[in-house]
């Protein structure tokens, strides 16, 4: 990933971008959110991790402003104030992920990789197979070795969204839009809810597959358990 950062703290920003690198991934690094009203269309960055705090430009104001000049990257904004009212903010400017501060680089990856893997991408199909587990969507039903796992229809659709992207992290934004359609702050409560009655049913099926809860990004399917 070529990731481009947007942060006024020199520590911040130089260790984020030195640990991105040291995990094979390219950075490059701008001080101030005057680069939204520079930055081109077709620039070569994957993703714009952009810090809330930043001299003449806030954070969201910069999404903002590449969102009107059709800049169509991912974004992911840092900040240290998590609230309802922030987080509309940020999302109405364009924003596709929210972090609140402090944030290890792990975990920004993480959610620029879900973001990058949009759920859509590998769903051209009602039935996949993890394992000895098997989602058919279309006819919703849930086997495992043979054997039927009774899940309701919307954890069925959890399992086989998590199922196409087994071993890969799914970002809480992607499952909220997949299974509501939309993505409200109640809905976090609810997804945890969900995954955890799926969970309960896995195991009472005795299937080796395993839902992990990544902190801060969102959840994977282990399809070795």
Same mark, same amino acid.
């Given at each position: 990933m070529n990731? &481009?950062? !947007?942060?006024?703290?020199?520590?911040?920003?130089?260790?984020?971008?030195?640990? @991105?690198? =040291?995990?094979?991934? =390219?950075?490059?690094?701008?001080?101030s959110g005057l680069v939204a009203l520079s930055l081109p269309v077709d620039n070569p960055f994957d993703a714009i991790l952009i810090d809330d705090?930043? +001299?003449?430009?806030?954070?969201?104001?910069?999404?903002?402003?590449?969102?009107?000049?059709?800049?169509?990257k991912p974004i992911v904004l840092t900040a240290r104030t998590d609230?309802?009212?922030?987080?509309? !903010?940020?999302?109405?400017?364009?924003v596709d992920d929210f972090l609140v501060k402090p944030v290890s680089t792990a975990e920004i990856e993480a959610h620029i990789d879900a973001?990058?893997? +949009?759920?859509?991408?590998?769903?051209?199909?009602?039935?996949?197979?993890?394992?000895?587990?098997?989602?058919?969507?279309?006819?919703?039903?849930?086997?495992?070795?043979?054997? /039927?796992? /009774?899940?309701?229809?919307? =954890?069925?659709? &959890?399992?086989w969204v998590l199922a196409h992207h087994a071993d890969? !992290?799914? /970002?809480?934004?992607? @499952?909220? /839009?997949?299974?509501?359609k939309y993505c409200a702050e109640t809905?976090?409560?609810t997804l945890s809810t969900l995954v955890t009655s799926v969970r309960r049913r896995l195991t009472m099926a005795g299937v080796r597959a395993s839902i992990t809860t990544v902190r801060g990004a969102g959840y994977m399917l282990n399809s070795s358990g």
């Open positions: 990731i &481009l950062i !947007v942060n006024s703290d020199d520590h911040t920003a130089e260790t984020i971008a030195f640990e @991105l690198r =040291q995990r094979g991934h =390219q950075a490059h690094r701008e001080k705090t930043l +001299p003449y430009l806030q954070g969201a104001e910069v999404a903002q402003h590449l969102r009107r000049r059709n800049v169509r609230s309802v009212g922030h987080r509309r !903010v940020a999302k109405i400017s364009g973001i990058l893997r +949009p759920v859509a991408k590998s769903e051209t199909t009602n039935r996949v197979r993890v394992g000895t587990l098997e989602i058919d969507r279309g006819a919703r039903t849930v086997t495992h070795a043979s054997r /039927s796992v /009774s899940l309701s229809r919307t =954890q069925i659709l &959890l399992l890969s !992290v799914v /970002s809480h934004e992607a @499952l909220c /839009s997949k299974i509501w809905n976090s409560s």
